[in-house]
């Protein structure tokens, strides 16, 4: 089965990295994967959203108009992107900005309030690392061990940015759990 | 090495530096820039030159140059830079000099739009510059292949002294996939002496290498053309590239598609397989040469009651494409040209509701 991912907010909230984690994760696993950005002359605060594919089969399509998730960590991404994804599918609310719910009741719904989680460790900058991890640990769509080897991997030289990282991903873990 | 997962455009520049190009000349443009970000950090760690022009028209010369030296080189741009260099381009083919050009093909006519594109076809295939000349045109529909298509495309310019030109599309140059790449890259040079500008010091000749595109004799004028011609001519004999599927089943509509396009259709080609439907596709490696006579074959079957021409254009292709059908079957163009791609399903509602 191919599973879509798409990860939506502003420019500057983590997006691109996150899929990117997330499909370098699937890769390990012995995943087939996709990584597309959105990439269009925008800046800081614009729209971003990247799609991940993640396949035992080889991918061929990288262009899909249904994905199967959705990680929107503000409302504009939501409001966008919910009525696009597949039934059964999770969407995962960044509810610290989004006060709304998706609208569905054929998939599953995840609230997390991912910038408060994030604040309160220390850094508002890890939102996207818990929104990814509460993510995974609803979806089991990669072993979380595995997500932690490829957060490791991400930010291993980036002036100390790990620990805080890990923490992040603990935090969203527990929050992401069913 | 293991797989690594990267951006196309990393990945291209990174499969030149392992092909053993240590010349690299461009001017920024999205799509691509990636290309020249990841040259400017990496070529000086292995003694080689990025230099960024003041224009492409600047960047066609640098390669000019550089090949005429003899040194193995590759720029990189999309469709209004390439349109710049088309004049260096002619150039260099006249002059029968290797070199490796990428266009990340994004939406025009104009300065047009960033997303990703494939009309620029008509400009790869059939000469952005003026004169008689042809490109070969290497087409990649993964960042894997984009690897080994930059890995061909060096020792491939260098057999026929003629510039080699990838086209791909801004997804391909965007979009990040595992590679890995091969262990034995470095393809060695061929013998250059017998014509590069490289220095009297370096061979035992006392005959100067001349490298020029001014012919103002009518007879030699004619004599080289006729040269070129010939080695399009084993080109297009010996060169043609492209991949088959689902062409085994009895297809009534056989699809002609290229590059993140082809994807596309391959797996609107599954979803219409699962609904009882063969469809055979066709996806062409090489643009140019263009695989006439395979597409020939497979549109007289009998079965084959429609030929689609899939492209990213208004019909660009799908001229080729007739031309090598011979009116054995009718031909149909599809296709988008905005920065959208069509999605699997779209495609197969169109193929589902045509009338065969």
Redesign the interface.
Known sequence: MQHEVMFAGFGGQGILSSGKILAHAAMEEGHQVVWIPSYGPEMRGGTAYCMVFISRKVINSPVVRNPLHLVAMNRPSLKKFAPLIKPKGIILINSSLIKIGSGRDDIEELRVPVNEIAKDLGDPKSANIVALAAFVARSNIVAFDNLLKSIEHEFINKNGALPLCMKAAEAGRKAGLP | MG?V?MKGNEAIAEAAIRAGCLNYFAYPI??QSEVAEYMARKLPEKGGVFLQGESEIAVGYMVFGAAGCGERVMTTSSGPGISLMSEALSFIACAQLPAVFVNIMRTGPGLGG??PSQADYFQATKGGGHGDYRLIVLAPSSVQEAVEMVMMAFPLSEKYRNPVMILGD??IG?????VEFPENLIVKPTRKNKWAANGMDTRKSKKRNIVKSLILDPETMNTHNLLLKEKYDQIRKKEVRFETYNMTKPYKVLIVSYG?MA??C???V?LLKEEGIEVGLLRPKTLFPFPEKKIREAAAKAHCKMVLSIEMSMGQMVEDVERSVQGKCPVRWYGKCGGE??????LMEMIKGLKL
Request: glycine share 4%.
């Open positions: 797989k997962l999205t799509p960033i997303l801004g997804l965007q979009m990040m996939e595992p993140t994807r596309v391959k797996t609107a599954d791609i069509p999605p699997p399903k779209e």
